[in-house]
């Protein structure tokens, strides 16, 4: 069986202006900040940009920590500055009272990780810190020229946007996903399409009217605000020809067509148990014989109740193979070398990585989805990137779509604008 044969990617000069290629140190762009908040997805979605932008063997990355443990884990919908002084006083509260009364260790508060992640084997990350970015931009600006920072997730917002106010001269501050107001405290914002649902007719209906106002975003996008179908990632070209041959000795003698079966998690607006489990199942039964085999993925957040059904119905089937968490992670090898993919409503993550791959992608419970996500869910079958797994398809027949590739846009939008500023990218 022949490896997957995946096209080259476009070049990245073209059509690159001639301003690129002028100006002093000042006016180069050689390295990135990445501000992250400690989730996967959302992280990802910042080295995605990064690699998209040539730069990705030169950046850095801070995280924003949250205090973790005992009641901190009831006070995560706080703003992260006022969470951590809040902790800070709740340790010195509960220092004091152990010193006067001699008690043991409280139950309800417990230590958080330390700074720089140490403690869980992140050494090289650093601690998201306003002053020390700052200082960064102003220090390097002469001899390495101004830096591109990326955030995202709602506990970089005010990060990034200090670090914009204090250094605009000296950076580029692009925020991913929308930071609900306030647009102009970065020089680009980067979010789906469907964050602007709110602002529908439809989505109007469907709030009581004395609630409206507190619905966000309540204006239309800004020119900065760059509108995406999915969410960025850092699947593209290269990286599946390198997973494809990666994970050759392990996929290539696999019975074809390959399906990839990936699930994740319930979401608030996309809630669902054992009952779509069941639906998948039966559905996945019902097709297997047009498979030659099938790889089911589940995410570490799988419900056990959903997991339990998976094994239960398909775990003994000599066709289906379950990872379930075990290293290493075939995640990249499914990419590359699946025939098609079924995908749970509820990840615009795995969706959107799917969807990248220009190959057949089946969307399983977007009944189950509200709001947000049904408006995703929605644009992307009216784009035909998406069809609904019923369990009536013949697996073996292939369709195809222009692959999404919203973090290549998004890196062509943030070079445009570097130009207009007088500012250019590495070569």
């Given amino acids: 069986m022949r490896p997957i044969l995946l096209p080259d990617p476009p070049s990245l000069s073209t059509g690159v202006p001639d301003i690129f290629e002028q100006g002093g140190a000042q006016n180069v762009v050689r390295r990135a900040v990445v501000i992250g908040n400690g989730f996967p997805g959302s992280e990802n979605q910042c080295i995605g940009l990064v690699r998209a932008l040539g730069l990705a063997d030169n950046h850095l990355l801070y995280r924003v920590t949250r205090p973790k443990g005992g009641i901190n884990e009831w006070l995560h919908w706080l703003p992260v500055g006022f969470h951590k002084k809040l902790d800070f006083i709740l340790r010195h509260i509960y220092l004091y009272s152990r010193l006067m009364l001699g008690s043991k260790q409280s139950k309800y508060i417990s230590s958080v990780p330390s700074e720089n992640g140490a403690n869980v084997g992140l050494a090289s990350i650093l601690e998201a810190d306003v002053k020390s970015i700052v200082n960064l931009a102003r220090q390097t600006y002469e001899k390495d020229g101004p830096l591109v920072v990326i955030a995202c997730g709602r506990d970089t917002i005010s990060i990034a946007s200090s670090i914009r106010r204090l250094a605009s001269e000296n950076v580029f501050v692009v925020q991913i996903q929308h930071p609900r107001s306030h647009l102009n405290r970065f020089d680009m914002v980067i979010t789906p399409r469907h964050d602007y649902y709110p602002l529908t007719l439809e989505a109007q209906e469907q709030v009581p009217r004395f609630m409206r106002s507190w619905i966000t975003p309540r204006e239309p996008p800004q020119d900065h605000v760059v509108l995406t179908t999915g ?133 399983v419970g977007a009944d189950h989805c509200k709001w947000k996500i049904a408006e995703f869910q929605k644009s992307l079958r009216e784009r035909g990137v998406v069809r609904s797994f019923t369990g009536f398809e013949d697996m073996s027949e292939s369709w195809s779509y222009p692959p999404l590739n919203d973090t290549a846009e998004a890196a062509t939008r943030i070079r445009r604008e570097l130009a207009a500023r007088g500012w250019s990218l590495r070569s």
């Fill in 231 to 363: 969410a960025l990632h850092q699947i593209d070209y290269a990286s599946l020809r390198k997973a494809a041959s990666a994970w050759h000795d392990e996929f290539a003698a696999l019975p074809k067509p390959l399906v990839v079966v990936n699930i994740g998690w319930p979401r608030s607006n996309c809630r669902y148990g054992a009952d779509l489990a069941k639906q998948l199942t039966d559905s996945l039964l019902n097709v297997l014989a047009t498979c030659g085999s099938v790889r089911i993925a589940l995410s570490y957040k799988t419900p056990a109740k959903v997991s339990r059904v998976i094994f239960k119905e398909l775990g003994d089937n000599p066709k289906v193979y379950i990872w379930n968490g075990q290293e290493p992670d075939p995640y990249m090898g499914h990419l590359a070398w699946g025939d098609a993919f079924v995908v749970t409503a509820d990840s615009v993550s795995l969706i959107s990585e799917a969807c990248s791959t220009g190959k057949p992608v089946y969307v």
